[in-house]
């Protein structure tokens, strides 16, 4: 089955806990992108990646990292979690930009809360 | 810039009602894509729809259709005669020709009661 798989789904931490969310999809897509969701503000970019090694800045980056050594993975580093980094993340991945390959496919979601 | 706006926070309807979700766009490129994302109460981002910048053609789906009219930047959702499973919140949201993001509007919670 075509998916994007995101771990863990929930979590609580405290502040500046380092921890990572992994994202991992099966669809050979070349683009990824991480959203953070909070009420009443929707969803919004937080960094997106368009191939292996390249990646780049969203709309709201600050207090996060990521990488991409493999298409497939493309994990979120929180280096020191603060607690308004509490929301709902998702992953999400495409073919790439370009007519017909912008479908964003979304994992399930992760909810995260830090303390 | 893009934008994308929903004035519509939260809707509530009873079973069988029409309803109507509003969704406003701005971009200033002239190639861009529309879409509709429904989020239920599990949580997952769920596509419903996507629409291109050239193809103004209404879309009917089931009970669901959608009305693109570039002259007011408008994309709206129609839900005919209501289910309680419709009860989710609806995202519309837009990506232009050389974008490298979707960019959502802030979403409309629908409830739909019995």
């Known amino acids: 089955e075509a998916q994007v798989t995101q771990n863990p789904r929930y979590l609580i931490t405290v502040t500046g806990k380092k921890l990572t969310v992994t994202c991992s999809q099966n669809?050979?897509?070349?683009?990824m992108s991480w959203y953070r969701q909070d009420p009443g503000l929707g969803l919004r970019q937080i960094y997106y990646s368009m191939n292996v090694e390249v990646t780049d800045k969203g709309d709201v980056p600050e207090g996060y990292k990521v990488s991409r050594k493999e298409k497939r993975n493309f994990p979120l580093i929180l280096e020191s979690p603060s607690p308004n980094q509490t929301s709902l993340y998702f992953c999400a991945s495409s073919l790439g930009r370009g007519s017909g390959a912008n479908v964003l496919t979304f994992g399930a979601g992760s909810r995260l809360t830090v303390l | 810039a893009q934008k994308v706006t929903q004035a519509q926070t939260e809707i509530s309807v009873v079973e069988k009602e029409d309803v109507t979700l509003d969704c406003v766009y701005e971009?200033?490129?002239?190639?861009?894509?529309l879409f509709w994302y429904k989020q239920p109460p599990s949580g997952e981002l769920v596509f419903l729809i996507r629409?291109?910048?050239?193809?103004?053609q209404n879309e009917i789906s089931g009970r669901y259709s959608w009305n693109f009219q570039k002259s007011t930047s408008s994309f709206n959702f129609t839900i005919t005669a209501s289910q309680v499973v419709d009860s989710a919140v609806y995202f519309c949201?837009?990506?232009?020709?050389?974008?490298?993001?979707?960019?959502f509007g802030t979403g409309t919670r629908l409830q739909v009661t019995l």
């Open positions: 971009t200033r490129d002239t190639t861009y894509y």
């Open positions: 669809m050979n897509h070349e683009y």
């Open positions: 949201a837009l990506i232009t020709g050389t974008a490298s993001k979707l960019t």
């Open positions: 629409r291109n910048s050239f193809d103004e």
